[in-house]
């Protein structure tokens, strides 16, 4: 989490010498643009354990997440 800067890219240091399989999960600042809000989301993986489907399916469940994110912290 970097959430002083907005920022383009963002690349983490890999273990080479053996099977990295962490995933690093790296977001922004929160900028707000007339009445929208954005936040840069990185997100680096071995190849060896993700390929785009994966990074795709990612995306798309955070996006949705954040589409509904009052809902989640509505008090009941």
Avoid at 23 to 47: A, D, M, S
Wanted: glycine letters at 6%; proline letters at 4%; a positive charge.
């Amino acid at each position: 989490c970097v959430p002083w800067i907005d920022f383009l890219h963002v690349s983490t240091p890999m273990n080479l010498s053996k099977i990295d399989t962490v995933p690093r999960i790296t977001w922004g600042k929160v900028i707000q643009e007339n009445q929208r809000y954005f936040c840069t989301v990185n997100l680096q993986i071995n190849h060896g354990m993700g390929d785009g489907l994966h990074v795709s399916n990612f995306f798309v469940l955070l996006q949705r997440f954040v589409n509904k994110i009052n809902e989640y912290f509505q008090k009941k």
